[in-house]
């Protein structure tokens, strides 16, 4: 539940069209509902503006179902991340949408799309992560453009993308090996970018780690750096910069 839904009751409490005690029925699971298992933070949304989000690594699959159900029935809307297309099959909802690459699942992400984010990766390796982060800021609501395998081996295949790239927002920009493509767009264009380190490669990539060091070290101000293979971290901070740039227009 988020601040138009809290105002939306509220009016309808103001103009008889719901009753008192009606409206406290649907506010008494604020700030949390409690389950079998966990403890459902609905009032995220108010204090953040980011909802909570069902992170299905590690977690059994009827407990991610029945955290998304109790979702699903109170806000109408839920993200799962890090999940298998087994949990898709076990969610009776027919609007559910399973991205087998970003390994996600969305359920009433409908909302208008606001601004723009590019979304990039370097490598067709890299596409997991960058996927996940394109599902993650269109869930909350920004419109995302993604453009993949323009990594630094073949250097040229970025610049016919520079114009639609400068038309975002902010740009993320998804990048394992050496990570360098942050830091080359970074001197490329005038926004903002989120740098994702993945663990893809071998030898001294070590996991992802250095392409995380060469991120972190990079001379490229402006430049953002989230955890490695982190695409919903990713998602999150690039819908909070799109929104702040869409409500300065």
Avoid: W
Avoid at 78 to 102: G, H, M, Q, W, Y
């Amino acid at each position: 539940m988020d601040s138009t839904d809290i105002r939306s009751l509220l009016r309808s409490v103001q103009e008889g069209r719901t009753g008192i005690d009606d409206a406290v029925a649907v506010l008494r699971t604020l700030p949390f509902e409690t389950i079998p298992g966990a403890h459902i933070d609905h009032h995220r949304t108010l204090r953040t503006a980011i909802p909570e989000v069902i992170f299905g690594q590690h977690k059994k699959a009827e407990d991610i179902v029945r955290i998304a159900y109790a979702m699903a029935k109170k806000s109408k809307r839920f993200l799962i991340t890090r999940t298998t297309e087994e949990v898709f099959n076990l969610l009776d909802l027919p609007d559910a949408s399973f991205n087998a690459a970003a390994r996600t699942i969305t359920y009433g992400a409908g909302r208008r799309k606001r601004g723009r984010i590019a979304v990039i990766s370097a490598g067709t390796s890299d596409m997991a992560v960058a996927e996940e982060a394109a599902v993650t800021a269109s869930f909350l609501g920004s419109a995302i453009e993604t453009i993949y395998d323009i990594g630094v081996a073949g250097i040229h295949r970025l610049f016919s993308h520079l114009p639609a790239i400068e038309k975002a927002n902010v740009v993320v920009v998804v990048a394992g090996m050496e990570g360098a493509l942050p830091s080359v767009l970074g001197g490329l264009v005038a926004k903002p970018v989120v740098a994702v380190p993945t663990s893809i490669g071998y030898g001294v990539t070590l996991g992802g780690l250095t392409a995380l060091f060469a991120m972190l070290n990079s001379c490229v101000p402006g430049l953002a750096v989230v955890n490695i293979d982190n695409g919903f971290g990713a998602g999150c901070l690039a819908h909070k910069i799109n929104c702040l740039a869409v409500r300065k227009k």
